[in-house]
C-alpha cells in the first residue's frame, strides 16, 4: 500500500443521497462506540446524546485524529441505519436510536 489510509464507502439511508468514503479505521472506531452505547430495548437511546456518548468512549489523541467526533457519528449512524443494523425508534420525537 501507498500509505494512503483504507477507506470505506458509506451508505445513506435515502438512496437519492451520496454518502462519503472515509478512513475505516474511523468508521470502526465510531461504529463500535455507537454500539456501545445504542441499546436493543424498545425505547432506545436519545439522539441528541449520542455525540457526547461517543465522545466520551475515546481517547484524546482518538479525537483529536478523528477530527469533528459529531461529523463522524452522524455520517457513520447514517450509514448503520442504511445498512439495517440500528434504526430511529418509529414515532419518536425527538429521535432515538435503537440496535436492530
Known sequence: MSG???????LH???KKEAPRIDT?????????IFYVVP???GGS???NLFDQVA????PEEIDNLGSVGW??????????ARGLI??????????????
Open 25 to 33: 479505521w474511523k468508521y470502526e472506531l465510531v461504529k463500535a462506540a
Open 56 to 59: 466520551e468512549l475515546l481517547t
Open 87 to 100: 434504526e430511529r425508534v418509529p414515532g419518536s420525537k425527538p429521535q432515538r436510536l435503537r440496535r436492530l
Open 40 to 42: 436493543y430495548d424498545e
Open 46 to 48: 436519545a439522539f441528541k
Open 4 to 10: 494512503q489510509a483504507e477507506k470505506i464507502q458509506l
Open 72 to 81: 463522524y457519528t452522524t455520517t457513520v449512524k447514517l450509514d448503520l441505519e
Open 13 to 15: 439511508p435515502d438512496p
